[in-house]
């Protein structure tokens, strides 16, 4: 088999100082000593908690073909016995090999950003391009300054179709990633209030995700959200970088691939597309509508890549929720019956957590079961945290929410809020907020977890899942 990378051509993208021998193949790309697998190279990245560096001796010991590591530490890590390829800045020299992946491969390169449903996209084009090509992709939302160019660097030559998530919750840090990566799609999901103590207002999220067009390749395609109130400031942005191409989804009559119809059931939705002039029916098996629009970049993004699309009106219906975004369990209760899980608990702020309730209150509780809420604070929202966070009262009414558990220092707020009209139950951390959970819970209720992943409210599905467990996933 092809290695991903030969020694040679390794050490010609990064450059540096070669001590010892650097083995013919290199098998893959590691930044952790605790996940490397043999014949993998390892890159000491210094992080915010900890420094690569301190762990090239156990990536030795897991088998590291050879370490990039930092001139200084040459001394040190000779002693592993493994080639070292010493470099002046680590990232650097990861970036350095990102780049010459990016200029061998031929594959069509599809970007994607946005406030919310980067990850979802992402892995629906995954998905739905696989079966028509070599698809390579961020692994999780590996979507940063060292998921990207990490992600970057793993890519096969013979790549059919690159798929990039890039994130952000500064101005600025789009530009340097979407420049490595040269899009020849480059698809913004939506504009929400995300990350909001970062910024101004929603145009200058706007103008911050709009760095996305600065890296398109050239003939390059813009491709936005016709919904979105920002569509036409984007849609200035991108021309301003010099983006000659634009097209849109959406519902509004506009759209170059645009929504029809839209028939919601339980498990996910059939809907009527037109697609630049071709109509076509697509059966979807991800419930909300927030995933009828993710479908719809996703039919425009890789229509824009010149791919099959009625091989991803075929695949689409086997697309199923991730854990974190949307995951959905049946658990076997010690009664005999059985409870709804969605598990929403990756991510939150305004925009995911109405997107969230909504999947709650489209979803009908069996006898005696109740809707219950169980949500976490919405991280990052500086100033306009404490408003979001009561504005929440709405969204919980709008899905008949009939009770609530609330957690975090975010969410006494809406628990002032609600208290009088619906039963909720908050403490200060999941922690403390388990076990009461866990005492209100019966057969017949649906369930729905979520906060920004940084509130740890993961820790309550999975002890949901450990003592129930589930029957259908
Ligand atoms: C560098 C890295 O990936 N770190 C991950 C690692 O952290 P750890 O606790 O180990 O500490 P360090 O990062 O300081 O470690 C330094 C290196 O040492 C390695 N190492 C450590 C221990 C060991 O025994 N062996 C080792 O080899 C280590 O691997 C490092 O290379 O593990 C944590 C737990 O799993 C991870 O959380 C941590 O990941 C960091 C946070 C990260 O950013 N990783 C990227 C690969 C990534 O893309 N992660 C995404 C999250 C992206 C995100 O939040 N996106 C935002 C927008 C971007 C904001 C941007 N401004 C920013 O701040 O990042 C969004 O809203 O979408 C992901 O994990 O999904
Ligand atoms: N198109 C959408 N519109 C509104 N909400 C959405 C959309 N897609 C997904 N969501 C909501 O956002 C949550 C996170 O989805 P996803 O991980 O795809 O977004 P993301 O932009 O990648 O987030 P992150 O930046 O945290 O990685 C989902 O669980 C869901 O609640
Ligand atoms: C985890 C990171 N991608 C993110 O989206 N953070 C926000 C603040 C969240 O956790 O919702």
Not at 64 to 87: P, S
Not at 142 to 159: D, Y
Not at 165 to 187: D, Q, S, T, Y
Request: with cysteine; proline share 4%.
């Amino acid at each position: 088999m092809k290695p991903l990378w030969t020694g040679q051509a390794f050490v010609d993208a990064i450059g540096g100082s070669v001590s010892g021998v650097i083995p013919e193949s290199i098998k893959g790309i590691s930044i952790d000593s605790r996940t490397l697998e043999k014949g993998e190279a390892f890159f000491a990245i210094r992080g915010a908690n900890l420094d690569g560096h301190e762990f090239a001796a156990a990536a030795a010991k897991a088998g590291a073909a050879v370490l990039v590591v930092e001139k200084a530490q040459a001394d040190v890590l000779q002693k592993t016995g493994v080639a070292l390829l010493l470099v002046d800045d680590v990232l650097a020299a990861l970036t350095r090999l990102g780049v010459a992946a990016r200029e061998r491969t031929k594959a069509e390169i599809i970007a994607v950003t946005g406030s919310v449903g980067k990850t979802t996209t992402k892995e629906m084009l995954r998905f739905c391009l696989g079966g028509q090509g070599r698809v390579h992709a961020n692994p999780a939302s590996f979507n940063n300054h060292w998921g990207v160019p990490l992600t970057l660097a793993r890519m096969p030559e013979e790549t059919d179709y690159g798929i990039f998530e890039i994130g952000m919750n500064h101005e600025n840090e789009i530009r340097p990633l979407v420049k490595l990566v040269r899009p020849h799609v480059a698809l913004i999901t939506r504009i929400a209030a995300a990350h909001m103590g970062y910024f101004t207002s929603l145009e200058a999220i706007a103008h911050a995700k709009a760095e996305i067009f600065e890296g398109l390749a050239p003939q390059g395609v813009g491709l936005l959200n016709a919904d979105d109130p920002l569509c036409s400031y984007l849609e200035k942005r991108a021309r301003a970088a010099g983006c000659g191409t634009i097209a849109t989804f959406g519902r509004a009559e506009n759209a170059d691939y645009r929504l029809l119809e839209n028939y919601p059931h339980a498990g996910g939705s059939c809907f009527e597309v037109d697609l630049k002039g071709t109509q076509a029916v697509v059966k979807l098996g991800v419930a909300g509508s927030h995933m009828v629009d993710n479908a719809l970049g996703v039919l425009a993004a890789a229509d824009c890549v010149g791919a099959d699309v009625a091989h991803i009106v075929l695949a689409l219906p086997e697309f199923r929720e991730m854990s974190g975004r949307g995951a959905r369990y049946t658990l076997s209760m010690p009664d005999g019956g059985c409870l709804t899980l969605i598990d929403e608990s990756y991510n939150a702020n305004p925009a995911s957590m109405r997107a969230g309730l909504a999947l709650l209150g489209d979803s009908a509780p069996a006898s005696r079961g109740r809707r219950i809420a169980v949500l976490g604070d919405m991280l990052e929202l500086g100033q306009y945290s404490r408003a979001a966070h009561e504005d929440l009262a709405g969204p919980l009414r709008l899905a008949k929410t009939n009770l609530v558990f609330l957690a975090g220092k975010e969410m006494e707020y809406l628990e002032r809020t609600l208290r009088d009209e619906v039963p909720v139950e908050y403490r200060k951390s999941v922690a403390d907020l388990l076990p009461a959970v866990f005492a209100a819970l019966r057969s017949g209720d649906v369930v729905m977890v979520k906060s920004s992943n940084g509130i740890g409210t993961a820790r309550i599905v999975s002890a949901l899942l450990e003592r129930y467990p589930p029957l259908v996933s």
